[in-house]
């Protein structure tokens, strides 16, 4: 649970339901095909099509899947679970009804932990359930009419339910990319949003601090982070204007339609008892031994919680620097890369995190695809720790190698002619000469103005043509000074 930040006088409440579509090569209960883009109505199998006398078959790697998901977020793993029909009729829905879980889920239980901004957050978990997915409706294409593709029928979905426990949009966006993170991260869902693999629901409302919890109204389908805080803002904006007006929040099912920045109302909610819930008699209770659980978590990669907390461990990182560095495999692998070449992991991490993260955003690149490797960001980095460079030449490096001027750390600070004066002597020769061309400045400072002292070290940067070092410049201007 977290803090409140209020919104005119009133308490946020969101709680989040995602469904991500896993990882298999064929759908949860038959063998037909979960590639995206086929065309319509070719990858729905006489199982998806709900013919007479067909039988759903449980696909084990789905199982897997959620028991993966289970561990990586602390989850207990139910020994024996079952699937239930939820009834409700739909045109994409060719059974009349859809395969899920109801009482007993696969998953029950675990937490989600994120920063926002700095401050630490945890979500936690009510469930994270099987179920297939409905087919698709299509209506552009048809004037007047609808089409189906049954294509997506039976495509394996686990539903991941969160308590009430976000109290902002930008903690429930958060919450978000740190679950899409973490499913990808695993291996156990693409993360596509644009192609429906990870779809996200809010169920948004408010309350007068201390009050019981308002009416919630879903927001369904929300495909991309960024119109998710759009509707979510929206929504919470909407119901407070609806309740000072005196109107009472009713519960409703709504979409956001990104081109008016509104949500509208699609159908009043249905409660669990409006599906009719009862276990499918075609599929036995999924029974899941623990040696099948240990088994799979033998076979996990290494978690970003996990990681994060090594780097933490192993180079001295602080938990806000380890946790946005374990963002993903890719920018953890090039940290780790760079950080055990020149060991300044410190060093490193504030120029991934800061001056690459920074360009390969504005270029819509991956860490994997950076212009500058982690070798030569930790050849650049050494020669920032051995005071052959300043940190302002090594953008200029660092620019040089981004735009492929050249490769070679060294090569470009010679070319450049960016080498640091480590030479002593000559360095008190040029402070001696500026001592002799500034009596003014020199009388404020001994006189007590500090400002007087970054004017006179200016004038030795510019003697040396910026070569020499602004620290041991300004330490020896001191000494002299007295």
């Known amino acids: 649970m977290s803090s409140s930040k209020l919104v005119q006088g009133y308490e946020v409440v969101i709680g989040f339901e995602t469904h991500a579509q896993l990882s298999t090569h064929s759908k949860i209960f038959s063998r037909a095909s979960t590639a995206f883009g086929a065309e319509p109505n070719t990858q729905a199998c006489a199982v998806d099509l709900a013919l007479p006398g067909t039988l759903p078959v449980m696909n084990k790697g789905a199982v897997e899947r959620a028991i993966q998901f289970g561990l990586a977020i602390g989850s207990t793993i139910s020994p024996r679970s079952i699937f239930a029909r939820k009834n409700y009729f739909y045109p994409d829905l060719p059974k009349g009804y859809q395969i899920s879980q109801f009482e007993i889920p696969v998953v029950v239980g675990g937490a989600i932990e994120f920063f926002l901004n700095e401050e630490k957050k945890s979500v936690r978990l009510v469930r994270a359930h099987l179920e297939e997915d409905a087919g698709k409706s299509l209506h552009e294409d048809f004037i007047g009419q609808t089409g189906i593709d049954l294509n997506r029928a039976g495509t394996p979905l686990l539903e991941i339910v ?170 953890a692998a090039y940290f780790e890369d760079a950080a055990k070449t020149c060991g300044q992991p410190k060093l490193v991490s504030n120029w991934v995190m800061g001056e690459l993260s920074r360009r390969l955003n504005a270029e819509e690149r991956d860490f994997a695809q950076s212009a500058v490797s982690a070798q030569q960001l930790a050849a650049l980095i050494a020669r920032i720790a051995d005071g052959t460079i300043s940190n302002n030449a090594a953008k200029q490096v660092f620019d040089a190698l981004w735009s492929g001027e050249g ?76």
């Open 162 to 331: 969160t308590e009430p426990d976000m109290r902002s949009s930008e903690e429930a966006v958060a919450y978000a990319k740190e679950l899409h993170k973490i499913v990808t991260w695993i291996g156990i869902c693409d993360g596509n949003m644009q192609e429906g693999s990870f779809r996200c629901d809010a169920n948004v409302s408010v309350r007068k601090p201390g009050a019981e919890l308002g009416t919630r109204r879903e927001i369904k389908n929300l495909n991309s982070f960024k119109f998710m805080q759009q509707a979510m803002d929206y929504e919470i904006r909407w119901q407070i204007e609806q309740i000072e007006d005196g109107h009472a929040i009713q519960q409703a099912t709504v979409l956001f339609d990104p081109d008016t920045g509104e949500t509208r109302s699609m159908r009043s909610k249905e409660d669990a008892a409006d599906y009719r819930y009862f276990p499918d008699p075609d599929l036995p209770p999924l029974v899941i031994e623990s040696e099948w659980v240990e088994r799979v978590r033998s076979e996990m990669t290494e978690l970003p919680r996990v990681m994060a907390a090594r780097f933490v461990a192993d180079y001295g990182l602080p938990e806000y620097d380890a946790t946005t560095l374990t963002q993903s495999k890719a920018m």
């Open 407 to 482: 490769a070679e750390v060294d090569a470009l600070i010679e070319s450049k002619g960016l080498r640091q004066m480590n030479d002593t002597s000559a360095l008190e020769k040029i402070i001696d000469t500026v001592i002799a061309a500034n009596p003014k400045n020199v009388e404020e400072y001994r006189a007590g103005n500090s400002k007087a002292l970054n004017a006179l070290v200016g004038q030795i940067m510019k003697g040396s043509q910026g070569k020499a070092n602004p620290q041991q410049a300004g330490d020896l201007l001191r000494s002299k000074l007295g």
